[in-house]
């Protein structure tokens, strides 16, 4: 029987993560990056910007969307090492390094959403 | 059971010509296949300032006003349109890829793929609107 390969799995992880990145991602960025530091738009003000963050649906909201893009960006980038660079070789080292990093940033922003 | 083949010099079957490291800067294509793929490290850099945001939001109002003061440095308002044109790129090349992961048939024949497509740009929207509306407290 052949291996069971766990790229199915990662693949699920990439393409929902990519879904909510493509969704959510722009309006933030544009909004908390670009908009509110230049002045275009008034900043929100800051009880009422932890209330909403607080609130259990944004905390598993943001939960999931830092998760998924991080597990999204993992598996882009090791693809991009792969294709790019061209050092297949070290395989199990990047992806060790890639979705690592993606699990270490799950625990880092539950700890922060639990604690906010 | 067959033997396994003798070891073959030369086998022909096992040419590769070297591709080089830059293949991807000679052609378009490719060149943008692999900025969408370095949209991942504009995601990436997303989830960094949105945890840092949460962070210093959840430390307390001075935390939060340091955060608002480094968002002000005009090196970090560049790099931010740099990473949100690459996070616009992601987006509309993941909308665009619906129709060709998903052809739907209608009548036996495939719908035009802008059909397909647009309701991922009406979903994006429309979310964008809303996640505008709470952050901007609903005035």
Known sequence: MAKRSNEPFLWSLFSSGGMIAALVVPVLLFLFGVAFPLGWLKSPNYWDLLNLARHPLARLALLAISSLSLFHGAHRFRFTLYDGLQIKHLNELIAVFCYGGALFGTALAAYILWNI | ?139
């Open chain 2, 1 to 139: 059971m067959k033997q396994p083949p003798a070891y073959t010099l030369y086998h022909p079957k096992w040419y590769r010509k070297r591709v080089s490291t830059w293949w991807w800067t000679e052609q378009w294509r490719s060149f943008k296949f692999i900025l969408r793929e370095l949209s991942s490290l504009a995601v990436i850099y997303f989830v960094a300032l949105l945890l840092w945001l949460l962070w210093s939001l959840g430390k307390g109002p001075d935390k939060y006003l340091e955060f608002q003061s480094w968002m002000k440095d005009p090196l970090v308002i560049a790099f931010n349109v740099i990473a949100l044109i690459f996070v616009l790129y992601h987006s509309i090349t993941w909308f665009n890829l619906a129709p060709k992961a998903m052809p739907i048939r209608m009548g036996g024949k495939r719908l035009p793929e802008w059909m397909v497509a647009a309701p991922n740009y009406v979903v994006w929207l429309v979310i964008s609107a809303v996640v505008a509306w709470f952050i901007l407290g609903g005035n």
